[in-house]
């Protein structure tokens, strides 16, 4: 597994929880891409890993995406506690 090699930004909230639950359930950056492709959200590679690095803001549409395809609600991915 490939370590950050940047601190996190303050872009966004949910980047460092996606990137754990992601973890969490063994999905590969890869593969959350083309679940989230599959589901209809535009998403490339290079656009996770700056969300998950907090260096890019979200949007309301993506955080719905997010939480259907990582089976968690958008609460969840908003909440401050890991």
Known sequence: MKKREKELGESNIIGKKIESIRKAKNISQKDLVAKLQVYGLDIVPSTLSKI???????????????SKVLGVTAEELLSQSE
Do not use: C, M, P, S
Request: hydrophobic share 40%; proline share 0%.
């Open 52 to 66: 998950e690095g907090q260096t890019r803001k979200v949007t309301d549409i993506e955080l719905l995406a997010f």
